[in-house]
């Protein structure tokens, strides 16, 4: 009996310790940057740990924004939001729903943002020139009205 007593308590802490290691190690973003560099912005964000690929992403034309997401990553900067205003970068927002997030960089018009990754660190680079796919989904979403044409309001009658 105190033999059994023995071999659980030598293996159940291990065990324990085994099943909330996941938790401990899993990546978070921990700092964001961003910079100006001509007519790009780059926006830097660094992980806890190195990621290995570039994280799935999308834009929005209308309103312009592009949306990159982390799953088993989770927002360690303790906050969602934050206020840009570096060249086409107005702000961005970090949403944690679970063992996910998404960061959403909200845009003064649409850019094409590439990334790539360099050990913790992730760049995303908005170019200052939107791609010509881009450039038109962006002049299709733009209203057009009609030509304003002017009327008499009156015939002209003669007499």
Request: glycine share 6%; net charge neutral.
């Amino acid at each position: 009996m105190n033999t059994a007593i023995t071999i659980f308590r030598q293996s159940f802490i291990p065990l324990c310790l085994l099943l909330i290691q996941p938790a401990w190690a899993q990546n978070a973003i921990e700092a964001l940057g961003v910079s100006q560099q001509g007519s790009d912005t780059v926006l830097k964000l660094t992980t806890s740990q190195p990621l290995d690929s570039p994280p799935a992403s999308f834009s929005v034309a209308n309103p312009p924004r592009v949306a990159f997401d982390f799953p088993g990553v989770k927002n360690a900067l303790g906050r969602n939001a934050q206020t840009i205003n570096e060249g086409d970068l107005r702000s961005i927002n970090l949403v944690q729903v679970g063992d996910r997030t998404r960061v959403v960089l909200n845009l003064k018009q649409v850019r094409q943002a590439t990334a790539h990754v360099d050990g913790k660190e992730l760049f995303i680079t908005l170019s200052g020139v939107a791609s010509d796919s881009t450039a038109k989904a962006e002049q299709a979403a733009t209203q057009r009205f009609a030509e304003v044409q002017y009327f008499a309001a009156f015939p002209i009658i003669d007499f």
